[in-house]
């Protein structure tokens, strides 16, 4: 059974950083596509950003150039270094592995204060 466990999120002021981890346990096939998404209230959860096994990212628009995703493929974990933190990234984040089906962690609060 596929588990994934995110740590990483707290609060933090607007202009702050944070990273966020993911680790995936259980079998599964190397190749696969890691994400994160998020969510706050009365919205939906939307894409973070991803990445492939390969390597190959791709972000949303409102954090292209402030986030950055990366994944250790020996550890099964991914990785969202998160910089110019703005109230509006205030949400749970969530791990995503994708993979002959979709897995999901169980989230992570996010609080940016300004």
């Known amino acids: 059974q596929v588990q994934l466990v995110e740590s990483g999120g707290g609060l933090v002021q607007a202009g702050g950083s944070l990273r966020l981890s993911c680790a995936a346990s259980?079998?599964?096939?190397?190749?696969?596509?890691m994400g994160w998404y998020r969510q706050s209230p009365g919205k939906q959860r939307e894409l973070v950003a991803a990445?492939?096994?390969?390597?190959?990212?791709n972000y949303a628009d409102s954090v292209r150039g402030r986030f950055t995703i990366s994944r250790d493929n020996a550890r099964n974990t991914v990785y969202l270094q998160m910089n110019s933190l703005k109230p509006e990234d205030t949400a749970v984040y969530y791990c995503?592995?994708?993979?002959?089906?979709?897995?999901w962690g169980q989230g992570t609060q996010v609080t940016v204060s300004s």
């Open positions: 995503r592995l994708t993979v002959r089906g979709d897995y």
């Open positions: 259980g079998s599964f096939f190397r190749i696969n596509v």
């Open positions: 990445i492939t096994s390969a390597g190959s990212t």
